[in-house]
């Protein structure tokens, strides 16, 4: 598999894995069980001895919170983390409108305070 002249590396892959794991406090036990594989299926995917269905993919990376291109390349395909997108899809597009309004003044505020602390 190649994206972009960028092979995927099963090694690569397996240590994002692993660490976002850890950095969620989840035991390879318990994650093996939240994602429903064995923890030996998990254990050979975050050394990079096994590959794993897209379905295995989604999975990971819904448990995780993070997207299946951070897993696969390392890069997010989007600044937008998937619990963000979760929150933001319970919002009827009235709320959704306000949501839109008040990020862009927390937008707004932040350039501002960025441009100040430069001064």
């Known amino acids: 598999m190649h994206n972009r002249g960028k092979s995927i590396s099963y090694p690569d892959i397996g240590l994002r894995i692993r660490t976002l794991r850890e ?21 050979e995917i975050e050394l990079g001895k096994k590959g ?18 951070y897993l696969l ?14 929150i933001l899809e319970c ?6 409108s306000r949501v839109q309004n008040l990020l862009k003044l927390v937008q707004e505020l932040c350039t501002y305070a960025g441009n100040k602390a430069k001064e």
């Open 23 to 43: 950095a969620n406090s989840y035991t390879r036990d318990a994650f093996a069980e939240k994602i429903d594989i064995s923890t030996k299926f998990l254990y």
């Open 91 to 96: 919002f009827d597009a009235e709320q959704l």
């Open 52 to 69: 794993f269905s897209v379905e295995i993919l989604y999975k990971i990376s819904k448990a995780l919170s993070t997207s299946c291109d």
């Open 73 to 86: 390349m390392g890069s997010e395909g989007s600044k937008i983390s998937v619990k963000t997108i979760d």
